[in-house]
C-alpha cells in the first residue's frame, strides 16, 4: 500500500513539474511574441527613414520613435532592446523602418547597423562653396567639414590635383552613399567615381587632342558657358582647341565674367578685359589655372568629341535663340558681334 501511495506521489510531481514547465514555456513564448514578434513599427503606415545622429543616446531614440509616431508600444520596444542589449551601443545612420516590423526586426537592422544609403546628386555649380553645400546636403557632415578638404593642398595632391583643378575631379551625377560618411571618405570614393567615368575610351580620345581629363574637364566647363546647346557644343569645343593649337587667345567672355564674379552678366565691355586674372583669357592664352563650373557628362563628352573645323571664332545670334554663328575671319566675326551687341541695345540689355 504504501508503494502504491508514493508511486502516485512521484506521477503527480512529475504531472506538476510538467505543468509548470508547460506554463513557463508558454509565458516565455508569450512574452517573446508580445515584445519580440508582435508588430511594432509604423502599424498601419507607410515606409521611413530614422536618422540616428552620433552620439544619440538610447532614452533619446526611443524618444524620437515616440514623438514621431514610429512605434505603436514603446515600453515593449524599450523592453526587448534592453533583453538584447541594444541600449548599450547606438550606432549612428539611416535606417528604413518598413510598416508592421516586429522590435526584433528592427533591433537586428539597428544593431547591426545596416543603414540604407542616401543619394547625392551633384549637377552644375561655379564654386568650391557650392560644391561643398550640393555634395553635403543629404548628409550629416556639414558643407564647411568638406570645403576644408577642398582648400587642403596637400590632401588633394594625393590625388593627383591642385587647389585650381581639384572641381574637375567631381562628374556631375547622382550617387548612393552612407548618411554617416566621413569627408574623408567621400572625397576618396568621389575619387573612385572619377576614375570610372575616366575609362580607357575616354582616355584614349583625351590623348588624340594632346590633353589631359583635367583639361578636358575645364574646356567643356568654359563650353558649357557658351552654349546649352548640345548639337552646337562639339563645333563650340573644336574652335576653342583650334586657338589652343594656333596658339591664340581663347578669349571666352565666360572666363572673365567668372574671374570678375558676375556670372549673369550679358556683356563684356572693353574695361573688363583688363581685369588682371589668370581666368581673364583675353589676358592670358591658354586654359584657365581650373573650371568655371561643373561640367555636366554631355558637355565633357562634347569636348572628348570635338568637331574639327577651320572656324576661329563665334558669336551669338542676334534672335537670342542660344545658337551662335561661325566665322574664319575677325571681320566676319565682328560684323555677327555688331548684330548681337545691336539686339542687346535694342532690348536695353547693358550689362
Keep these: 500500500m504504501c508503494f502504491i501511495f508514493k508511486t502516485a506521489m512521484k506521477k503527480r510531481s512529475l504531472v506538476q513539474v510538467i505543468t509548470l514547465a508547460g506554463s513557463a514555456f508558454m509565458a516565455i513564448a508569450l512574452f517573446v511574441y508580445v515584445l519580440g514578434l508582435h508588430p511594432n513599427i509604423l502599424v498601419g503606415k507607410q515606409s521611413q527613414q530614422l536618422k540616428i545622429p552620433y552620439g544619440t543616446s538610447f532614452k533619446a531614440l526611443k524618444n524620437t520613435l515616440q514623438q514621431h509616431d514610429y512605434v505603436s508600444n514603446a515600453t515593449s520596444f524599450s523592453l526587448w532592446a534592453r533583453f538584447m542589449r541594444y541600449d548599450r551601443q547606438i550606432i549612428p545612420g539611416v535606417?528604413?523602418?518598413?510598416?508592421?516590423?516586429?522590435?526584433?526586426?528592427?533591433?537586428?537592422?539597428l544593431k547591426k547597423g545596416?543603414?540604407?544609403?542616401?543619394?547625392?546628386?551633384?549637377?552644375?555649380?561655379?564654386?568650391?562653396?557650392?560644391?561643398?553645400?550640393?555634395i553635403t546636403q543629404n548628409l550629416e557632415i556639414s558643407a564647411n567639414d568638406f570645403k576644408k578638404l577642398l582648400d587642403d593642398s596637400a590632401f588633394v595632391s594625393r590625388y593627383g590635383f591642385n587647389l585650381d583643378n581639384v572641381m574637375t575631379m567631381f562628374v556631375p551625377n547622382t550617387y548612393e552613399v552612407y548618411w554617416t560618411v566621413t569627408p574623408e571618405r567621400l572625397f576618396a570614393r568621389m575619387h573612385k567615381e572619377h576614375q570610372r567615368f575616366w575609362n580607357t575610351s575616354r582616355?584614349?580620345?583625351?590623348?588624340?587632342?594632346k590633353m589631359s581629363s583635367i583639361e578636358i574637364a575645364i574646356l567643356a566647363s568654359i563650353v558649357q558657358k557658351e552654349t546649352n546647346k548640345l548639337d552646337e557644343a562639339p563645333l563650340i569645343a573644336g574652335v576653342y582647341i583650334s586657338r589652343l593649337r594656333?596658339?591664340?587667345a581663347l578669349q571666352s567672355c565666360p572666363t572673365?565674367?567668372?574671374a570678375l564674379g558676375d556670372p549673369s552678366a550679358r556683356r563684356v565691355l572693353q574695361k573688363h578685359k583688363n581685369f588682371d586674372s589668370l581666368y581673364n583669357t583675353y589676358k592670358y592664352?591658354?586654359?584657365?589655372?581650373?573650371?568655371?563650373?561643373?561640367?555636366?557628362i554631355a558637355m565633357i563628352d562634347a569636348a572628348l568629341n570635338s568637331t574639327p573645323s577651320d572656324y576661329l571664332y563665334f558669336s551669338a545670334k542676334e534672335d537670342f535663340s542660344g545658337y551662335h554663328y561661325f566665322s574664319r575671319s575677325l571681320k566676319e566675326h565682328l560684323r555677327y558681334a555688331k548684330r548681337y551687341q545691336k539686339a542687346l541695345n535694342k532690348a536695353r540689355i547693358y550689362r
Design 95 to 109: 535606417y528604413q523602418l518598413a510598416p508592421n516590423m516586429s522590435n526584433w526586426e528592427i533591433i537586428q537592422i
Design 114 to 134: 545596416t543603414q540604407q544609403p542616401v543619394k547625392v546628386v551633384l549637377y552644375s555649380v561655379r564654386t568650391k562653396e557650392e560644391l561643398a553645400t550640393q
Design 203 to 209: 582616355r584614349k580620345k583625351a590623348e588624340s587632342l
Design 246 to 248: 594656333k596658339k591664340i
Design 256 to 258: 572673365l565674367l567668372y
Design 285 to 296: 592664352r591658354g586654359l584657365p589655372p581650373g573650371p568655371i563650373c561643373l561640367p555636366s
